[in-house]
């Protein structure tokens, strides 16, 4: 997913390489918000889970058989390879790190913490159980079918997006974003033109105001060419 600045004037120009004079949009997101980082990588916004309370999802975790894993500055880390592992590894294309107990590892704040689970009553099981533990405090909510993600309640992709707007001087009503997934909502409603691509679940669509062509038929490079450098109307 991403977002740019869609302003009036910069269509009318081409909208060349999104940029604006004097300023570059070079900045991305990561961990579903928690961190942004500008062009020459230092962080612009950080909202980790607190360390107390990551250690208490492991625990839980621990406890109950569930496969989580966590997220560092620079890799996702779990217990030991299992096949929600090797399930993640293959759709992220890159296998992160076995530390043993999670509980010991985490000494610093992790950015989001992930249950995969690929069964879907044990999904829901899952759910029903993490969610008046976690929910009062933390932001619990479900990406794909079989990932249930938890992350600080500030870092959402509304979130970034809405603060990188306010850094650049823009308004929201300027902005656009993609997304295809259900942490994506966010950003989507907080976008002056949310945008989901076809590929997603009906319940992700529900919340457009743009249906993009799926990710297989470059739907992102069709909508910024129609809607920014063409300067059709959203």
């Known amino acids: 997913a991403m977002s740019l600045h869609v302003p009036?004037?910069?269509?009318?120009?081409?909208?060349?390489?999104?940029?604006?004079?004097?300023?570059?949009?070079?900045?991305?997101?990561?961990?579903?918000?928690?961190?942004?980082?500008?062009?020459?990588?230092?962080?612009?916004?950080e909202h980790p889970v607190p360390l107390e309370t990551a250690l208490r999802v492991a625990r839980f975790a621990k406890e109950n058989g569930w496969y989580l894993q966590g997220y560092s500055e620079n890799d996702y880390f779990f217990d030991h390879e299992t096949d929600e592992t090797r399930l993640y590894a293959r759709l992220a294309n890159h296998m992160g790190q076995a530390v043993g107990d999670l509980e010991k590892y985490m000494t610093e704040p992790p950015f989001k913490l992930l249950f995969v689970q690929t069964d879907p009553e044990k999904m829901q099981?899952?759910?029903?159980?993490?969610?008046p533990l976690f929910g009062k405090e933390m932001c619990l909510f479900v990406s794909k079918p079989f990932y249930l993600e938890i992350t600080d309640p500030k870092a959402t992709k509304g979130a970034a997006l809405l603060a990188l707007a306010e850094k650049f001087g823009v308004m929201p009503s300027e902005t656009m974003s993609f997304g295809d997934s259900g942490n994506d909502i966010s950003m989507i409603e907080a976008a002056g033109v949310g945008v989901v691509m076809d590929n997603a679940r009906d319940e992700i669509k529900a919340h457009a105001d743009l249906i993009?062509?799926?990710?297989?038929?470059?739907g992102v490079a069709q909508i910024i060419e129609k809607y920014v450098l063409e300067g059709d109307k959203a």
């Not at 099981?125 to 969610?131: F, G, N």
């Not at 993009?212 to 470059?218: G, I, L, T, V």
């Open 8 to 45: 009036g004037s910069a269509v009318e120009q081409g909208l060349r390489d999104f940029r604006l004079p004097g300023r570059r949009f070079e900045h991305k997101g990561e961990y579903n918000g928690a961190q942004v980082y500008d062009a020459a990588g230092r962080p612009v916004m």
């Open 212 to 218: 993009a062509p799926s990710n297989q038929d470059e």
């Open 125 to 131: 099981r899952l759910k029903d159980t993490a969610i």
